[in-house]
């Protein structure tokens, strides 16, 4: 009996014994997986504040330069990133990769059933007719002559002849990527105005924005009010962009010849001004500032 016991009591020892407080086991990757925690909250730190360092030393820098070197610097980083938006585009143009794009969108502005008539009434065609207009060699060879006869008269004679340069140079760098990219023009959709040039990029568009950009930066500077300068802007956009999109709804452009149009222009209408800019500073142009009343 005391030997059934022994084993009894060892059997039940053997199975109620508990390990003791603290003793529980510990997975093998928990120090591993904590330490690394560890490890990425410092890292996390680290980053913010290399990155308030880093825009504390921007916000100090930024202070030392003047207002000219802060917009010339913006000029640079803006022509940089429009650069490389046509160059991309460019490329995707040359390869076809634009073509399901171009055809959807060309097809929006027409009739679903007759891909030959544009949408709208008669009178959205005609007003589209007048608008493409704006952006023609015609009506903006008149508003150049008529704004640079101004600058003329008004003793300012050397801005008048970058505005005149700005624009011509537009005009033969636009003449010579549609050379270069001899695109044929839609053939989706009939023309509803007379084209003697290849597609790509949209004169049109381009010369537009050359042109309205350039000016509308010109007159800003006679104005003190920033909210007469935002408007001003925004109407030289507004022109810009309703132009293109005539282009488009007349079918007689891609709508990535209008976008090329756009960027090409913006990016000339940008370097055109910064080079007007540093010609102020040294003299080279008379510089356009308000007088007291905010004109010329």
């Given at each position: 009996?005391?030997?059934?016991?022994?084993?009894?009591?060892?059997?039940?020892?053997s199975?109620?014994?508990?390990?003791?407080?603290?003793?529980?086991?510990?997975?093998?990757?928990?120090?591993?997986?904590m330490?690394?925690?560890?490890?990425s909250?410092?890292?996390?730190?680290?980053?913010?504040?290399?990155?308030?360092?880093?825009?504390?030393?921007?916000?100090?820098?930024?202070?030392?330069?003047?207002?000219?070197?802060?917009g010339?610097l913006?000029?640079?980083?803006?022509?940089?990133?429009?650069?490389?938006?046509?160059?991309?585009?460019?490329?995707?143009?040359?390869?076809?990769?634009?073509?399901?794009f171009?055809?959807?969108?060309?097809?929006?502005?027409?009739?679903?059933?007759?891909?030959?008539?544009?949408?709208?009434?008669?009178?959205?065609?005609?007003?589209?007719?007048?608008?493409?207009?704006?952006?023609?060699?015609?009506?903006?060879?008149?508003i150049?002559l008529?704004?640079?006869?101004?600058?003329?008269?008004?003793?300012?004679?050397?801005?008048?002849?970058?505005?005149i340069?700005?624009?011509?140079?537009?005009?033969?760098l636009?003449s010579?990527?549609?050379a270069?990219?001899?695109?044929s023009?839609p053939?989706?959709?009939?023309?509803?105005?007379?084209?003697?040039?290849?597609?790509?990029?949209?004169?049109?568009?381009?010369?537009?924005a050359?042109?309205?950009?350039?000016?509308?930066?010109?007159?800003?500077?006679?104005?003190?009010?920033?909210?007469v300068?935002?408007?001003?802007?925004?109407?030289?956009?507004?022109?810009?962009?309703?132009?293109?999109?005539s282009r488009?709804?007349?079918?007689?452009?891609?709508?990535?010849?209008?976008i090329?149009?756009?960027?090409?222009?913006?990016?000339?209408?940008?370097?055109?001004?910064?080079l007007?800019?540093?010609?102020?500073?040294?003299?080279?142009?008379e510089?356009?500032?308000?007088?007291?009343?905010?004109?010329v």
């Amino acid at each position: 009996m005391e030997a059934v016991a022994g084993v009894g009591a060892l059997h039940v020892t053997s199975f109620d014994v508990k390990p003791p407080v603290g003793s529980e086991t510990v997975h093998p990757m928990k120090p591993a997986f904590m330490l690394w925690q560890k490890i990425s909250i410092y890292r996390l730190l680290a980053e913010r504040q290399r990155l308030h360092w880093t825009m504390a030393f921007l916000r100090s820098l930024l202070a030392r330069v003047s207002t000219f070197e802060q917009g010339t610097l913006a000029a640079i980083v803006a022509s940089m990133l429009l650069i490389v938006g046509v160059a991309t585009l460019a490329s995707e143009v040359r390869d076809g990769q634009t073509r399901v794009f171009d055809e959807r969108i060309l097809l929006l502005f027409r009739d679903a059933t007759n891909p030959a008539v544009a949408l709208g009434p008669t009178w959205l065609k005609e007003a589209m007719r007048d608008i493409t207009a704006l952006g023609g060699t015609t009506v903006l060879s008149i508003i150049v002559l008529g704004v640079t006869g101004f600058l003329a008269v008004s003793g300012l004679r050397y801005s008048a002849l970058m505005v005149i340069a700005s624009v011509l140079s537009g005009v033969v760098l636009s003449s010579v990527l549609k050379a270069g990219f001899a695109r044929s023009r839609p053939e989706l959709v009939p023309h509803d105005v007379a084209v003697y040039t290849a597609s790509f990029p949209s004169g049109h568009a381009m010369l537009s924005a050359v042109v309205y950009l350039t000016l509308g930066a010109l007159l800003c500077r006679t104005q003190s009010s920033r909210a007469v300068k935002a408007y001003i802007l925004s109407f030289a956009v507004f022109l810009t962009v309703v132009v293109g999109i005539s282009r488009v709804f007349l079918g007689v452009h891609w709508p990535t010849d209008v976008i090329a149009g756009w960027l090409l222009g913006s990016i000339w209408a940008i370097l055109s001004w910064s080079l007007m800019q540093w010609l102020q500073r040294r003299g080279g142009v008379e510089p356009v500032q308000p007088d007291s009343k905010g004109k010329v």
